[in-house]
């Protein structure tokens, strides 16, 4: 596509989002499945007070900090899109108009801008040493381990969060992928998704990074990837396709592998004594087109839990952890709020999740609020059961 051609299909997508936003009639339906808005009471946190914001921003109008804020705190969970009485793409609409501040500079914030910059320096997004990144690998692997050498047309590709942050989440499905007899590979130097940076409205950015990241892919004769974060898995599954010419690599999350292997009897988990619940993440479900994770989870962890317990609103209504598109960074205490609002719902010690992000918010929740919760990665948890 030419430039020409690409100014003209942003101009008419942007009509059509500036008229559907357009088209909110306040009937504030929204405002009760929004959580930014229930844990600060701030219509500028409210999907309808985004719309409105989105409005002015399309329409080249002033907006305050304030406003700003407003957008910059969506966790783009889309729970509200399922919502709204006027079927309005409500998350899309908020992106959209995130991409056009940067377009015009005012986008996005000094902590988007920092965390870009060690995209570009340390390619993670969570700040992580890069010669820490193979930390996680347990020493027994380590030593025959060949990366994008071995033969091997399946990449697991952990993700920043799981290399850096919670690295149980990539030690654990690793070893579970080992001991089921899978053929994968990893890379010496995973890249960052780029997920971060297009959730912060950097287009031109995240579409450099997701070519480069095809290319390296294709490069090593990728043709599955295994991800174990939902954000990789949403990038990989929803954004690279709309972006990325020729894009024709099957994706999946660790899940679905492990389930496989598990119906295949490849791997086998013993029933612990004790009591779970399961959290979907927004971005193993409701965000993705075309597939969702909701039973293999569920499955795996009724065989091996005493109960399974779920929370009253799961599957494609779950609520966000309280962390997604990065607003930890621009208000810490909406995530912790969103986080601890869940937490006042558990019947158990342990929550479980199918994604690193979630697993982090929640052990900062704990952390913060001294709930006595204990946030476990799914595939920690099921290695602990594992039969050999
Ligand atoms: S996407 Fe989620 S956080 Fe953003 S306005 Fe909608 S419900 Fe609220
Ligand atoms: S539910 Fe839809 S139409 Fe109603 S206030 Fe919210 S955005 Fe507007």
């Known amino acids: 596509m030419n430039e020409e051609e690409s100014f003209l299909m942003n101009y008419e997508r942007r009509r059509k989002f500036l008229s559907l936003s357009s088209s909110c009639i306040e009937c504030e339906a929204c405002l009760e499945v929004c959580d930014t808005f229930a844990v600060t009471q701030d219509l500028l946190k409210s999907p309808m007070g985004r719309l409105k914001i989105a409005n002015k921003i399309f329409n080249d109008e002033h907006i305050s900090d304030d406003e700003l804020k407003g957008i910059y705190t969506c966790t783009l969970c889309s729970l509200c899109d399922q919502f709204c009485q006027k079927e309005i793409p409500i998350s899309e609409i908020i992106l959209e108009s995130k991409i056009k501040l940067v377009e015009k500079k005012l986008g996005p914030l000094d902590i988007h801008k920092k965390i870009t910059l060690g995209v570009i320096e340390k390619e993670n997004s969570v700040n992580g040493n890069p010669e820490d990144r193979l930390n996680w690998i347990p020493e027994e692997y380590l030593k025959n381990e060949l ?7 399946t990449l697991l590709f952990l993700g920043c969060m799981s290399s850096f942050r919670v690295k149980e989440s990539a030690s654990a499905s690793y070893q579970l992928l080992k001991e089921g007899g899978y053929n994968f590979k990893i890379f010496r130097k995973e890249p960052c998704c780029g997920e971060y940076v297009y959730s912060s409205g950097d287009l031109q950015l995240s579409k450099k990074m997701f070519q480069e990241n095809f290319d390296a892919f294709k490069k090593a004769g990728i043709k ?12 990989f599954n929803n954004v690279y396709p ?3 010419d020729g894009w024709d690599i099957e994706v999946k999350h660790v899940m679905q592998v492990i389930h496989e292997l598990y119906q295949q009897k490849k791997l086998k988990f013993k029933r612990s004594e004790i009591e779970i619940t399961y959290h979907d993440p927004c971005r193993t479900g409701r965000k993705l087109k075309n597939i969702d994770i909701f039973d293999e989870p569920r499955e795996l962890l009724n065989n091996s839990s005493k109960i399974l317990h779920e929370f009253s609103k799961n599957k ?14 621009v208000d810490s205490s909406i995530s912790i709020k969103i986080g601890k609002k869940l937490f006042d719902e558990l019947k158990t010690e342990i929550i479980i999740s199918s994604c690193p992000l979630c697993v982090f918010n929640f052990n900062y929740v704990n952390y913060k609020t001294q709930a006595g919760i204990k946030p476990i990665y799914i595939t920690e ?8």
């Open 381 to 388: 948890y099921l290695l602990e059961y594992l039969e050999k």
């Open 316 to 329: 494609e209504f779950t609520p966000c952890c309280g962390a997604g598109s990065g607003i930890r960074g």
């Open 224 to 235: 599955t990837i295994v991800a174990t974060c939902g954000g990789c898995l949403y990038a």
């Open 242 to 244: 709309k972006y990325v």
């Open 147 to 153: 990366f994008e050498n071995k033969k091997s047309s």
